[in-house]
């Protein structure tokens, strides 16, 4: 095996017995569980009366069937997958420095930039796992419902749509994970996802989110069909660009600066 | 060639200079205690050779290559930095095969060996979280020589290890030098480092202000004939007279320093008794190592 593909195995096996990954899983599947809850209350209105609930899903124009749950889905990795893929980025490149851990990583014979790609590759596989798992709860959720209208081309191009907005927010990882290096643990990348969020609002509500990278995602998963096509090349080149930087900022920090 | 060398090796972070020219050579199969406070550099100078920080002035060549620079030189290299820290949701063993892994071994016995070696068998599926400080620091040993390293840098690696954990380690260490493993090892502790150690450099405040053989520690050490008399004067003018050379400490004792008269006390009690002056005193007094090192760091 390469030096450089010596790193990948590591940074699994560090995952081994870390409630942190089951804490992600259950935090993502809230989404689906409620978001088919909502349906569900919308479709049976009638029955059981109005609830929060199913007048917020009325407000998002949302009905009890395939397309718009698959579009909720998508929502939800659009605006709840800047978290938690933030929490996990976190996690993966702070924890080295809070479990005091960093420090048996530098002199290795496996390179300092093949550790980062590790991690990043773990990162990457963690959030598809979780974006999957989702799908596939999603899938026995609007079973167990029965949703209508279960067409299979207009599944198609929304899942098209939760994959692609999946990469977005999978995207915004490199920055979180640069803060971690950077802040030399969780609380720096962490207050990063929470200051994005908070910013992506205010930009998102003076109507500028097209150019504000941690909003695209959302924008894309498609909130509103009008926002969603506000976005350009230049919002996606502004998501690909914080992703460069962060990936590039990562890589050097990690081999340039003084490691305490 | 030496296995570690540094030439006016320094760091400065603005204006405190915290390791300040220290030019270090290690050969093969030498065991180098690096001596000194805690704060005195020792860890700063162990970061700058493995490459963790980087200096601002000088240099730093392990087995001759220049770090940093190519990756491959830590494959000779086992370290522990400061306290050991491990991922505490894993086992002893899930915790080696990690570094295992890193360093592309292929015989998975190097695990089970360095385990028996290192006396952590009843661990070895142990969460490290649940792991006392000793045994952790048997752990962080235990990383540092699974991949048999030619170079070993310990910072101050018998930290909470019990008295019997220590004299292990101790021999240990002699047991690898004797098979060509060069050792660096730090401590804040003299009487530890030189029981182990080939050389001693004491550092302190960043630079490195004495190198010693081991062997040269013994003649270092300040000893005396310390004698105390009810008439101090008189005694003072007897030794004066036989040729016998003295000093008065703080407390007004008579204080021999003659290697020769110091190894002759009955002859000096003899000496004085003759005189009908009373004897209160004498004794001969052997600085021990803490004091030893106290004192260089003082000068």
């Known amino acids: ?260 | 060639m030496m296995i570690v060398e540094t030439n006016n090796l320094t760091k400065r972070y603005g204006r405190a200079t915290v390791v300040d020219q220290v030019s270090l050579q290690i050969p093969q199969g030498k065991i180098y205690g690096f001596l000194g406070l805690n704060g005195a550099g020792k860890t700063t100078t162990m970061r700058m050779l493995l490459g963790m920080i980087k200096a601002t002035e000088g240099s730093v060549a392990l087995f001759g290559q220049k770090v940093p620079g190519n990756a491959s030189v830590w494959d000779k290299v086992g370290y522990m930095i400061e306290s050991t820290c491990a991922y505490p949701d894993l086992s002893v063993v899930e915790n080696l095969n990690i570094f295992y892994r890193y360093h592309g071994l292929n015989d998975k016995e190097v695990i089970d060996k360095v385990i028996a070696r290192l006396k952590l068998d009843q661990y070895r599926d142990v969460q490290a979280s649940h792991l006392s400080l000793g045994n952790l620091q048997r752990l962080g040993l235990a990383r540092a020589l699974m991949h048999s390293p030619e170079l070993l840098i310990l910072d101050e690696p018998v930290n909470g290890l019990d008295p019997a954990g220590i004299v292990e380690i101790r021999r240990l260490l002699r047991e690898l030098s004797a098979q060509g493993t060069t050792v660096l090892i730090s401590s804040h502790l003299l009487s530890e480092i030189a029981k182990v150690a080939d050389t001693i450099g004491i550092i302190h405040r960043g630079v490195l202000i004495k190198e010693l053989e081991a062997n040269q520690l013994h003649n270092e050490i300040e000893r005396k004939l310390v004698l105390n008399s009810h008439d101090n004067v008189l005694v003072a003018d007897l030794l004066q007279k036989n040729g016998i050379p003295f000093r008065t400490n703080a407390a007004s004792e008579i204080e021999i320093m003659d290697r020769q008269w110091m190894s002759e006390p009955d002859r000096i009690a003899e000496m004085v008794v003759a005189e009908h002056v009373g004897l209160t005193k004498l004794f001969t007094f052997e600085e021990d190592l803490e004091s030893y090192f106290l004192r260089t760091i003082q000068q």
Request: proline content about 3%.
């Open chain 1, 1 to 260: 095996m390469t030096t450089s593909l010596r790193a990948i195995a590591p940074e699994f096996l560090k995952l081994r017995h870390s409630t942190i990954v089951w804490v992600t899983f259950a935090a993502f599947a809230l989404g689906p569980v409620m978001g088919g809850l909502s349906l569900y209350l919308l479709g049976h209105a009638g029955d059981m009366g109005s609830s929060p609930l199913s007048e917020k899903a009325k407000l998002m124009n949302f009905s009890a069937d395939w397309p718009s749950y698959v579009g909720l889905l998508t929502q939800i990795v659009g605006v709840g997958g800047v978290v938690v893929f933030g929490f996990v980025a976190s996690w993966l490149f702070g924890r080295e420095y809070s479990d005091k851990t960093a420090k048996d990583l530098l002199a290795l014979p496996a390179s300092r930039s093949s550790i980062i790609n590790a991690k990043f590759i773990v990162y990457a596989v963690w959030c598809i796992a979780l974006v999957v798992a989702n799908l596939l709860l999603g899938l026995v959720v609007g079973a167990l419902m029965g949703l209508d209208n279960f067409d299979v081309s207009v599944i198609t191009s929304t899942l098209t749509n939760y994959f692609i907005t999946t990469v977005l927010v999978m995207l915004l990882g490199t920055p979180v994970s640069f803060m971690g290096i950077w802040g030399k643990g969780y609380l720096a990348p962490i207050g990063l996802v929470v200051l994005m969020l908070i910013v992506s609002q205010i930009v998102g509500a003076v109507g500028l989110g097209q150019y504000f990278p941690w909003s695209v995602p959302g924008l894309h998963s498609g909130i509103s069909a009008e926002m969603k096509a506000s976005l350009s090349a230049v919002s996606f080149g502004l998501v690909g660009l914080v992703a460069v930087l962060g990936y590039l900022a990562s890589h050097w920090w990690w081999n340039q600066a003084d490691q305490n």
